[in-house]
């Protein structure tokens, strides 16, 4: 063989081994790179109602405490926890809490339906789409979310703090500690429970 074949085979060689690890990596990357507790918040793309500005994690969220919640409105469960996102938002809110609810599968609802679902609730944070580019993957691989609802708390850092898949009470006692402690806050005195009465400590002499 001549040293030109000799570099041909094992030009070819190095291109099969590639070839092989490649599959490997792709058909592995969910346990190479998984999306969940300690992990590096992978970035996201979705779009404003209406004018379809792109927001995304690295442009938009970066560096704040983020909150990111991926929903359809004909999830009942994601229905149940709306409310308490909102709760949530009102109070961490102004301190420097981001909650971003992106709708991931209602690809053929017209923005205003969407909008409507969030007026509904009476929702002030960011309400996104996911509606991916041409060749771009959706949030839903991205996060390789499982279910309706899935959320993910990520830390200014960065890094998911907590990953849920099902609903939840967002404005409970352990959910805002977590985001008072990931926003540097002291831990927040426990809520009144529905139904509790304020009790006004009486004066000396009254």
Same mark, same amino acid.
């Given at each position: 063989?001549?040293?030109?074949?000799?570099?041909?085979?094992?030009?070819?060689?190095?291109? =099969?081994?590639?070839?092989?690890?490649?599959?490997?990596?792709?058909?592995?990357?969910?346990?190479?790179?998984? /999306?969940? /507790?300690?992990?590096?918040?992978? !970035?996201?793309?979705?779009?404003?109602?209406?004018?379809?500005?792109?927001?995304?994690?690295?442009?938009?969220?970066?560096?704040?405490?983020?909150?990111?919640?991926?929903?359809?409105?004909?999830?009942?469960?994601?229905?149940?926890?709306?409310?308490?996102?909102?709760?949530?938002?009102?109070?961490?809110?102004?301190?420097?809490?981001?909650? /971003?609810?992106? !709708?991931?599968?209602?690809?053929?609802?017209?923005?205003?339906?969407?909008?409507?679902?969030?007026?509904?609730?009476?929702?002030?944070?960011?309400?996104?789409?996911?509606?991916?580019?041409?060749? %771009?993957?959706?949030?839903?691989?991205?996060?390789?979310?499982? @279910?309706?609802?899935?959320?993910? /708390?990520?830390?200014?850092?960065?890094?998911?703090?907590?990953?849920?898949?099902?609903?939840?009470?967002? @404005?409970? %006692?352990? !959910?805002?500690?977590?985001?008072?402690?990931?926003?540097?806050?002291? =831990?927040?005195?426990?809520?009144?429970?529905?139904?509790?009465?304020? =009790? =006004?400590?009486?004066?000396?002499?009254?």
């Amino acid at each position: 063989m001549t040293r030109r074949g000799q570099w041909l085979l094992l030009a070819g060689i190095i291109l =099969v081994i590639a070839g092989v690890v490649g599959i490997t990596t792709y058909g592995l990357r969910d346990e190479m790179f998984p /999306v969940d /507790v300690g992990a590096k918040a992978p !970035n996201f793309e979705a779009v404003k109602l209406f004018d379809h500005q792109v927001m995304s994690l690295k442009d938009d969220y970066k560096g704040q405490v983020v909150l990111v919640n991926v929903w359809a409105t004909w999830c009942g469960p994601c229905r149940i926890e709306m409310p308490s996102f909102e709760k949530l938002y009102k109070e961490f809110g102004p301190k420097g809490l981001r909650i /971003v609810a992106i !709708n991931a599968a209602d690809p053929d609802a017209a923005d205003s339906t969407i909008k409507q679902y969030a007026d509904g609730y009476g929702l002030s944070f960011d309400v996104l789409r996911d509606m991916p580019a041409a060749g %771009q993957d959706s949030i839903m691989r991205i996060y390789k979310t499982t @279910a309706f609802p899935e959320t993910f /708390v990520i830390d200014k850092a960065g890094v998911i703090r907590k990953k849920w898949i099902g609903p939840d009470d967002w @404005a409970s %006692q352990g !959910n805002r500690s977590l985001i008072a402690a990931l926003l540097g806050l002291p =831990v927040p005195s426990p809520l009144p429970a529905v139904g509790d009465t304020a =009790v =006004v400590p009486k004066t000396k002499g009254k």
